[in-house]
């Protein structure tokens, strides 16, 4: 079964979004096998985001992802991470398809709301980084 690390960013967080978030990947009939809430440090989201560091918003990223806390979920299904990307939309709101999420609550390219992972090989490091084993429900 595949999987893939969805988070709600702190921008959700803060203006109270996160549960219709929850409710979108659960009509979306997503299945959570794992779930919480924590807040990075500035060094957190840098090694988390390690992938950016050499691009220009890495800086804004990080100050950012640890502005507040944050909802980090596993998500897992066949072909989830693409499921999971076409309910997100695109990463700038303005440019997103209509119905998604991120077009429905982002603001702009960086408070787009909401992170999922890109490949298969991102997903391994990205549950990893926030969950263990025991956290995340078996078989998932």
């Known amino acids: 079964m595949e999987r893939s690390l969805a988070i709600i960013k702190p921008d959700a967080v803060e203006r109270g979004i996160v549960g219709r978030i929850i409710s979108r990947i659960e009509k979306e009939k997503l299945k959570i096998s794992a779930m919480k809430m924590v807040h990075l440090t500035k060094g957190e989201a840098g090694r988390f985001y390690y ?3 050499d691009k220009i918003f890495f800086n804004d990223l990080i100050e950012y992802m640890s502005s507040g806390p944050i909802v980090v979920m596993v998500l897992a299904g066949e072909g989830i991470i693409n499921k999971w990307r076409q309910i997100m939309g695109a990463t700038d709101p ?5 119905g998604t999420i991120r077009r429905i609550y982002g603001t702009d390219i960086q408070r787009n ?8 090989e991102s997903v391994k490091f990205e549950v ?7 956290e995340v429900e078996n078989g998932a």
């Open 128 to 134: 990893n980084f926030f969950f263990s084993e025991l």
């Open 113 to 120: 709301v909401v992170h999922g992972s890109d490949s298969s």
């Open 51 to 53: 992938v950016h560091k």
């Open 94 to 98: 303005a440019k997103a398809e209509e």
